[in-house]
T-cell receptor
Framework: GESVGLHLPTLSVQEGDNSIINCAYS??????FIWYKQESGKGPQFIID?????DKRQGQRVTVLLNKTVKHLSLQIAATQPGDSAVYFC???????????FGKGTSLLVTP | DTEVTQTPKHLVMGMTNKKSLKCEQH?????MYWYKQKAKKPPELMFV???????INESVPSRFSPECPNSSLLNLHLHALQPEDSALYLC???????????????FGNGTRLTVT
């Protein structure tokens, strides 16, 4: 099955800086990836998704990069704000369905 | 506010109790999911319903019994749980279960379950 993991458990950045959160996956058959943000006491919140036929997708202040050659995914957050402090999960699909396997998560702390 | 509503927000139950968790969505989604999340861990898939039929059971113990009465509702019936079943139970929905488009899961805020 899919194995999705993150390189760093915690990331601390200063307000206004850019943040980069990384994720590696093992199943080359995975074709759909999503980044979620989870704040304390809440469910995962959709940030951005990308299909394997793309290598980059941009949203508002966020960019997801996909490198299928090395099976690596990253989330870039521009001008990080205190409200961005949360745990970020990457997730990938299993067996062509939309059921997701989640990576371990990175805790992002934004300091003033 | 999330478009997937879960009730109750918190639940404390004894090991001999029977309780149910409820989930509702009105986005017209045809796939619904139950995930379990332990503290400081990622969500783990438990069940998937597609068009009100059970499509995936991730080898979940029978003390957890899912039910999908209609396309908007998803229940999780609990019976004879163990303290290690204490966790955040998350419900999610997506437009479809399979496809080639982009159909992200939308999550509720979960039910925090404590088994005593």
């Amino acid at each position: 099955g899919e194995s999705v993991g993150l390189h760093l458990p915690t990331l601390s950045v200063q307000e206004g800086d850019n943040s980069i959160i990384n994720c590696a996956y093992s199943n080359s058959a995975s074709d759909y990836f999503i980044w979620y943000k989870q704040e304390s006491g809440k469910g995962p919140q959709f940030i951005i998704d990308i299909r394997s036929n793309m290598d980059k997708r941009q949203g508002q202040r966020v960019t997801v990069l996909l490198n299928k050659t090395v099976k690596h995914l990253s989330l870039q957050i521009a001008a990080t704000q205190p409200g961005d402090s949360a745990v970020y999960f990457c997730a990938g699909t299993v067996n062509s369905g939309y059921a997701l396997n989640f990576g371990k998560g990175t805790s992002l702390l934004v300091t003033p | 506010d999330t478009e997937v509503t879960q009730t109750p927000k918190h639940l404390v139950m004894g090991m001999t109790n029977k309780k149910s968790l409820k989930c509702e969505q009105h986005m017209g989604h045809r796939a619904m999911y139950w995930y379990k999340q332990k503290a400081k861990k990622p969500p783990e898939l438990m069940f998937v319903y597609s068009y009100e039929k059970l499509s995936i059971n991730e080898s979940v113990p029978s003390r957890f019994s899912p039910e999908c009465p209609n396309s908007s509702l998803l229940n999780l019936h609990l019976h004879a749980l163990q303290p290690e079943d204490s966790a955040l139970y998350l419900c999610a929905s997506s437009q479809f279960y399979r496809g080639s488009g982009n159909s992200p899961l939308h999550f509720g805020n979960g039910t925090r379950l404590t088994v005593t």
